[in-house]
């Protein structure tokens, strides 16, 4: 944690570490990583809501959790933009991170593969891996798709890639 600002640090250390090394196909092991899950998830959104800066809201999209959907938004002067979230566990979980996607974006950046998945290669791969099995859902918000959206959401509004959805040229709506 050495080279995140104190705001990350600070954030990270409020986000409880889960234990259980479990994926979808460890039955009962997978429900107690589950509990987890969701105890880091409120964790993240009622210290991201205390703040006034809450910028998510997800939920199992199945009762095995292993599909998630939602919203996640940015705020780009002054305007929100807002966009689908959705992911899978994949199968090595907690091993492999879950490969967040953006569908609405799909296309619009070099920085995400087909289907609107973003790219998290470079930077949070490593450090998913050197924190297994502690890092889960949340950590994969906090330190893969906030700063995602901090980089890449700025450039696509000044580009013209997107615009907000009161703007009537609008050709994608965020």
């Known amino acids: 944690m050495e080279s995140w600002d ?70 780009h002067n002054l305007l929100k933009y807002e966009f689908d979230l959705q992911f899978d566990i994949p199968v090595t979980y907690p091993a492999t991170a879950p490969e967040l996607e953006l569908p609405q974006l799909d296309g619009k950046t070099q920085k995400m593969y087909r289907g609107g998945k973003i790219c998290l290669t470079v930077h949070f791969k490593p450090l998913w891996a050197k924190n297994c099995p502690r890092f889960g859902i949340a950590h994969a918000l906090c330190l893969g798709l906030a700063p995602w959206l901090a980089a890449e959401i700025p450039i696509l509004v000044d580009s013209g890639m997107i615009k ?5 040229s609008s050709s994608i709506e965020s």
């Not at 234990?19 to 959104?45: C, F, H, M, N």
């Not at 907000?164 to 009537?168: M, Q, S």
């Open 6 to 75: 104190s705001t990350t640090k600070s954030t990270l250390t409020q986000i409880p570490l889960l234990s259980v090394k479990a994926g979808p196909r460890d039955g009962a092991a997978w429900t107690q990583r589950l509990k987890e899950e969701y105890k880091a998830l409120i964790a993240y959104t009622s210290m991201n809501k205390a703040k006034d800066n809450d910028w998510f809201r997800i939920s199992a999209a199945n009762p095995e959790g292993t599909r998630w959907t939602g919203k996640c938004w940015y705020i």
């Open 164 to 168: 907000h959805k009161d703007d009537a």
